[in-house]
């Protein structure tokens, strides 16, 4: 269930949504993640657009939890995206880590300890 937010700076005004990113973040647009994907290297494709919408769509539709959780969100990406091959897939598509690095190229923020640098390993 979509949650109806009571922050009124998402009450305020008219969204202009990107017609084919409708849950994307007020202040992010399609141009934003392409600089971001060539400042770390990548080349985005369909499959990356793909996991950026459905990225967006479950912060969206989760905008009222206080926090989101790393293992749910990776559980859910595994599950949305089992018949390509779920994180397996990600991982080829995110060498960054199909969290950390899709989120920052969604305009989200990750969810804590979605990379620890220290311990060498990003999620």
Not at 72 to 86: C, N
Request: overall charge negative; proline content about 6%.
């Amino acid at each position: 269930m979509l949650h109806t937010s009571t922050d009124i700076n998402k009450l305020v005004g008219d969204r202009a949504t990107h017609p084919d990113f409708p849950y994307a973040p007020l202040d992010w647009t399609p141009e934003d993640a392409l600089k971001t994907a060539r400042e770390e290297g990548l080349e985005l494709s369909m499959a990356h657009w793909d996991v950026i919408r459905a990225l967006q769509n479950y912060y969206a539709h989760h905008d009222d939890d206080t926090v989101i959780g790393l293992r749910e969100l990776h559980d859910a990406l595994d599950e949305h995206f089992h018949l390509q091959g779920g994180l397996r897939f990600l991982y080829t598509l995110f060498p960054g880590g199909p969290i950390a690095q899709s989120c920052r190229l969604a305009g989200l923020k990750a969810p804590f300890m979605a990379s620890d640098r220290s311990f060498g390993s990003v999620a």
